[in-house]
């Protein structure tokens, strides 16, 4: 789960790292009053989730109101590659000596996690791994142990900073190392780490990734995510514990276990169809979770038919078909006109498919097969 650039400076804040004082807006009159109230010079900021805003025009001081006003017209309602600015961060302007660059992650390959440190700030961190590699310090931290002061120096001496800010970037090193360890984060960045003419060390610019599954850890980030870029149903889906991923086509599926789903969705590609979601109910899921995977599938306009796919383990078939049917009740008798395909295979299968038999819901296709299931689900949406 990504964060906007200012709700990741409320994490640094939180942790004692030092940030502009600064304020969100969604309306030009919300933002002009937010400058007025931060003090000028100010600099106002889209926020969205993806870097290069200021080489985009999506980052711009103002001196005064006039100025501010005319960012925040421009600004708000700009495309930046593909993502809307509907929100503007506006924060007291800093004077800058140099940007530095600072991040903590993990590195999956060494399982470990990783403080990088760099003099090279304010540019693309790729192109300084890529073009001067040798100003990129990479440094591996023990987990157990977590980041000593001396280490944190180390880094910052190796790196190249300016002798006077030496302790000031361990401080800042060691408090982003607390971020991605306390806040269960994936990713914490900051480009540009500035350094001010009065030789402070602070956060210009914040990128932090929250790990969704440690969400449950943290009630208090659970509002952070980002809710305008959402997709609505897969909101729903995670309100309702089901695992939903929004796709491109218009096939729904349905499958029991994510190995089973991830299949389905290669099948059903094989057989010359696009999936419109991945829809995993879970193992041992009752009729009820079924009845509402059914909502989230047809929640979404683009689909034409559908594909349960379940293999009975610890779901039993019957139950999926209990659920099918309490989901037709609901959507009424020729409300939905997407045709099913089914595939129940395993536990309870023959009383599933007896189930479905006797209900007689119209538009219900059975299948023997995963392959046979796929190729008719295909040929109902081309239909
Ligand atoms: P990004 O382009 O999406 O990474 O957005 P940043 O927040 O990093 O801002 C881009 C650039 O704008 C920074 O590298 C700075 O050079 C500049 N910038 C941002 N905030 C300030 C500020 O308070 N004062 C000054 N002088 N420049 C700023
Ligand atoms: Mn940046």
Redesign the pocket.
Same mark, same amino acid.
């Given at each position: 789960m990504d964060l906007l $650039?200012y709700q990741g400076k409320q994490l640094f804040a939180r942790h004692g790292l030092e940030v502009?004082p600064g304020k969100a807006a969604t309306s030009v009159e919300d933002a002009v009053a937010a400058a007025n109230e931060v003090g000028y010079p100010v =600099?106002v900021?889209a926020q969205v989730l993806i870097?290069?805003?200021?080489?985009a025009g999506g =980052?711009k /001081?103002a001196a005064d109101e006039s100025e501010a006003r005319e960012h925040a017209q421009n600004i708000l309602g700009m495309d930046i590659r593909g993502h809307t600015v509907r929100t503007l961060w506006i $924060?007291h302007?800093? &004077?800058?000596a140099t $940007?530095y660059y600072a991040s903590v992650l993990l590195d999956r390959q060494a399982k470990q996690p990783m403080v990088m440190f760099s003099v090279q700030g304010?540019v693309e961190i790729e192109q300084v791994a890529q073009e001067s590699p040798e100003k990129l310090v990479r440094h591996h931290v023990d987990a157990l142990e977590g980041l000593s002061k001396a280490e944190a120096i180390e880094i910052a001496r190796q790196g190249g900073a300016d002798e006077d800010v030496i302790d000031g970037v361990a401080d800042v090193l060691m408090a982003l190392y607390e971020v991605w360890l306390q806040e269960d984060a994936t990713l914490a960045e900051i480009?540009?780490l500035i350094v001010t003419p009065d030789r402070k060390v602070r956060a /210009? &610019?914040a990128k932090v990734s929250l790990d969704g599954n440690a969400l449950y850890r943290h009630p208090e980030n659970q509002g952070l995510s980002d809710s305008e870029n959402e997709d609505p149903i897969e909101r729903k889906a995670r309100e309702q514990g089901l695992q939903y991923v929004a796709l491109d086509g218009d096939i729904g599926i349905l499958g029991n276990g994510a190995g089973l789903v991830m299949s389905t969705l290669d099948v059903v590609a094989q057989a010359g169809g696009r999936p419109a979601n991945f829809l995993d109910a879970g193992g041992g899921s009752d009729a009820a979770k079924i009845k509402q995977a059914v909502g989230l599938i047809l929640a979404n306009d683009a689909v034409k038919a559908v594909l349960f796919n379940i293999f009975g383990g610890i779901t039993r078939c019957d139950e999926v078909a209990r659920g099918l049917i309490a989901a037709f009740e609901e959507i009424g008798v020729g409300g939905s006109t997407i045709p099913f395909v089914v595939r129940l295979d395993g536990t309870n299968d023959v009383q599933g498919r007896e189930l479905l038999q006797k209900a007689a819901l119209p538009n219900v296709h059975a299948a023997a097969t995963m392959n046979e299931a796929a190729e008719k689900v295909v040929e109902l949406a081309a239909a």
């Open positions: $650039e502009s =600099v900021k870097g290069g805003r200021g080489k =980052v /001081l $924060e302007a800093s &004077d800058i $940007e304010g480009n540009p /210009l &610019d």
